[in-house]
């Protein structure tokens, strides 16, 4: 029995209801999540809300038509959280538009993080310039590192600050509130310290162009690796062509002029082409033509399925050896491709309960470090300095940095000490290993072919200790092998069958052509080839026709079976 994670509910009749679908961006640490879930559930008629940082996706259930998802769109983005919903369309034209933003995100992070680099590496040369005696005048001027450090706070600090604020005078504080509360302490306090040289305060102007510029960096490595993790979705949207052969209905002739048009606008009872070693746009039904079917991403089976009017037809399916056209019976979000990559994304959405333990304590956690952050000045300001006099002498050095040479202050340690416990502190690792470990795992499993649920069910797979397997037949590898050949003259006959296949495909060719390959067994001169899907294929060789097909295909030819062969053959 599967027990799922609980989301953040409000007492509400729970039935009937529907789902929403909406694209956050803006989110930062799990305390961000929660802070989504709970605007969420405040919304009368909304019953529950799954917000998944990862994926930068939230599910909302509520009372049917009771809210409009556009009304839950612009609350969310009023707060800080820019969102889009979902509109009814396909689930894979969604994630690719999901796909472009966050490569849009991930360019927009590099070109912060050069800058980032760029002030670093001036305002470093200086100390390396102070370390190894060789003083460049400009790179060891205080107020050279002051500019910089302005340059980084207006630069690529202003965002990160901005929407430290705003969250902060939201009562939803986030990481960026703890990076630019310690970005702009040690700015101020430097500022002060070089405009009141007779304080004896210590500049540090180097601390902000530091510190954003490695939050900078560990954001884009973070985005990075969510995209990477995501990433394994792309490989079940990549099975969908882009396009479909759009033609008028069939009348009976061969002969179509076909339209080019995207897969997403393909509508139920429109008629397309699919030609040979192309995929089949939607799902359908064979209304002209016979072909084999590659399905196995949607059973994992190797063999290809012989199709012929009247077969259904799967949406990324592969169409192996002769053209057909299909009437359209489910497209866009109802395909079965489309289904699948639902199920997948909301397997991703889906909280384990150890999530929801860490989401509620990320919750609180940046108040619980601005809290330790101001007890810690206090305590340093009041009692540490008078306890421990000896660290305010341990932390007087002289150097480039400092506005007066003098002792550092209480004050001035006991604000260097809150800065660090501000910035040092961060809930995104927090708020991301699950959701992060929850979407590899279904993604990977997804590419496998194991739909899996949700978080709840991949923590509790250690507990497994019996593993049952639903199938017809027999499980495996999905590649066909040669195991026997059963008459007079095996080497002769794998020779002739390999010369014919070698023309084919079709993975029964593709195992025959290896068998004669491991047995060293050179392939003959064969021409015309012709191949009857699903049947089997013949040649010429030497002048004479062969053929390699089943058992009927060859009856149908005049082809004599040896009968004493056949129940060695239907025994293996």
């Known amino acids: 029995m599967q027990v799922a994670s609980k989301p953040e509910t409000t007492n509400i009749d729970r039935s009937p209801s529907e789902t929403i679908t909406l694209d956050v961006s803006g989110m930062k640490c799990a305390g961000c999540v929660k802070a989504v879930e709970r605007q969420l559930t405040q919304q009368t008629g909304v019953i529950s809300a799954l917000v998944n940082l990862a994926t930068e996706v939230a599910t909302v259930q509520c009372q049917t038509g009771a809210i409009d998802p556009n009304t839950l769109a612009e609350k969310l983005t009023n707060n800080g959280f820019p969102t889009q919903p979902r509109l009814d369309t396909s689930e894979i034209d969604a994630t690719k538009k999901q796909t472009e933003r966050h490569n849009q995100e991930i360019k927009q992070q590099i070109r912060r993080i050069a800058i980032a680099a760029f002030l670093i590496i001036l305002s470093g040369v200086g100390h390396l310039g102070h370390f190894i005696g060789l003083e460049i005048p400009i790179l060891s001027n205080i107020w050279f590192h002051a500019a910089l450090a302005t340059l980084a706070l207006l630069l690529p600090g202003r965002e990160i600050i901005i929407d430290g604020v705003r969250s902060l005078w939201r009562n939803a504080p986030n990481m960026n509130t703890l990076v630019g509360l310690g970005a702009m302490t040690a700015y ?6 070089l405009l009141f040289p007779e304080l004896g305060w210590e500049c540090f102007f180097d601390e902000p162009v530091m510190i954003l510029g490695f939050i900078l960096l560990g954001k884009t490595l973070e985005q990075q ?9 792309q490989s079940l949207i990549a099975l969908q062509p882009a396009t479909a052969h759009l033609i008028p209905p069939p009348n009976g002739e061969n002969n179509f002029e076909s339209v080019d048009i995207p897969a997403s606008r393909v509508k139920v009872g429109e008629y397309l082409q699919v030609l040979p070693g192309e995929k089949i746009p939607v799902d359908g039904e064979i209304c002209n ?21 009247g077969a259904k ?3 990324g399916t592969i169409n192996n050896s002769g053209a057909i056209v299909i009437q359209a019976t489910h497209t866009g979000s109802e395909t079965t491709l489309a289904q699948i990559v639902k199920l997948v994304e909301t397997a991703q959405t889906r909280k384990a309960p150890i999530q929801n333990l860490a989401d ?45 040479s003098t002792s550092t202050s209480p004050l001035l340690l006991s604000l260097k000490l809150t800065i660090a416990v501000l910035v040092i502190a961060c809930p995104c690792a927090l708020g991301l290993a699950t959701p992060t470990a929850i979407l590899v795992g279904s993604g990977v499993g997804a590419e496998r072919g194991l739909l899996i649920k949700g978080g709840d069910v991949l923590e509790k797979v250690h507990e497994l200790d019996t593993i049952v397997f639903d199938k017809t037949g027999t499980l495996t590898t999905g590649h066909p092998t040669v195991t026997d050949i059963v008459g007079d003259n095996p080497q002769w006959l794998l020779q002739i069958a390999a010369t ?17 390959q491991q047995e060293n067994i050179s392939l003959l001169t064969a021409t015309d080839f012709h ?17 390699v097909g089943n058992l009927e295909w060859l009856k149908s030819h005049e082809i ?5 062969n056949i129940p060695t053959l239907n025994g293996k």
């Open 188 to 193: 101020i306090a430097s500022v002060v310290a």
């Open 360 to 404: 509620t304590v990320a919750g609180y956690f940046t108040y619980g470090v601005m809290t330790i952050a101001s007890v810690t000045f206090l305590f340093w300001y009041f009692a540490g300095t008078n306890i421990w006099p000896n660290v305010l002498q341990m932390t007087d050095h002289e150097g480039m940095m400092m506005a007066h």
């Open 560 to 564: 004599i079976v040896n009968a004493e």
């Open 289 to 309: 033509g016979k072909t084999t079917i590659d399905e196995s991403m949607l059973t994992g089976e190797s063999i290809p399925v012989t199709k012929e009017c």
């Open 500 to 516: 014919v296949e070698s023309g084919a495909s079709h993975p029964l060719a593709k195992a025959i052509l290896q068998k004669a």
């Open 225 to 233: 690796a969510r995209y990477r993790a995501a990433s394994t979705l």
């Open 531 to 547: 191949t009857e899907a699903g049947l089997g294929i013949s040649a010429v060789i030497d002048g004479k026709p062969a053929l």
């Open 313 to 315: 037809v799967t949406a």
